[in-house]
T-cell receptor
Framework: AQTVTQSQPEMSVQEAETVTLSCTYD???????LFWYKQPPSRQMILVIR??????QNATENRFSVNFQKAAKSFSLKISDSQLGDAAMYFC????????????FGTGTRLTIIP | DGGITQSPKYLFRKEGQNVTLSCEQN?????MYWYRQDPGQGLRLIYY???????QKGDIAEGYSVSREKKESFPLTVTSAQKNPTAFYLC??????????????FGDGTRLSIL
């Protein structure tokens, strides 16, 4: 069974600085997808970024980028120029490439932005 | 706009009572999912359905039941057999079997509490 581990329950960063959230996963499959979701206080789940395992290039979405290390099974999220609106729970999630599309989530990292 | 609607936003259950959480989507997605979220934990899969009139148990199905009579609807019943139902429940949907890595889309959730 696949597992996803987020070892940082809480992180904080000064506004405008950069922060990196860690995620590791365990799988025996070679093709899969990885996601970062953001959950602000409103509790809505918002997709931040997606990475295909077969792509070596790290995904980027504006201020959000990932460091995907397939051999190490590591998938960290870097947030640059942190803003107050980035304060949220961040969840890392894994999905098989084929078959059903159910997600396996990590336990989350609560990110606080310090003004 | 397409999306997922969960209702009610807040729900209270008395001891020995079954309650049903509604989830409706107009995204024309084949697959739908129910997750449970507890404090300090990630989302855990309760049930999922990849097609109408078919569904499978997730990781924590005991005490829950679902139906999928229509493509747009995937209601979740929390039965009296679920001894610790207080949690935040999220419904999601995805294209289903696409192999393209399309992400799941989430509703705004229902908070269930015991009276």
């Amino acid at each position: 069974a696949q597992t996803v581990t987020q070892s940082q329950p809480e992180m904080s960063v000064q506004e405008a600085e950069t922060v990196t959230l860690s995620c590791t996963y365990d799988t025996s499959e070679s093709d899969y997808y990885l996601f970062w979701y953001k959950q602000p206080p409103s509790r809505q789940m918002i997709l931040v970024i997606r990475q295909e395992a077969y792509k070596q290039q790290n995904a980027t979405e504006n201020r959000f980028s990932v460091n995907f290390q397939k051999a190490a099974k590591s998938f960290s999220l870097k947030i640059s120029d942190s803003q107050l609106g980035d304060a949220a729970m961040y969840f890392c999630a894994y999905r098989r490439a084929f078959g059903n599309e159910k997600l396996t989530f990590g336990t989350g990292t609560r990110l606080t932005i310090i003004p | 706009d397409g999306g997922i609607t969960q209702s009610p936003k807040y729900l209270f259950r008395k001891e020995g009572q079954n309650v049903t959480l509604s989830c409706e989507q107009n995204l024309n997605h084949d697959a739908m999912y129910w997750y449970r979220q507890d404090p300090g934990q990630g989302l855990r899969l309760i049930y999922y359905s990849q097609i109408v009139n078919d569904f499978q148990k997730g990781d924590i199905a005991e005490g829950y039941s679902v139906s999928r009579e229509k493509k747009e609807s995937f209601p979740l019943t929390v039965t009296s057999a679920q001894k610790n139902p207080t949690a935040f429940y999220l419904c999601a949907s995805s294209i289903g079997f696409s192999g393209t890595g399309e992400p799941q889309h989430f509703g705004d959730g229902t908070r269930l509490s015991i009276l």
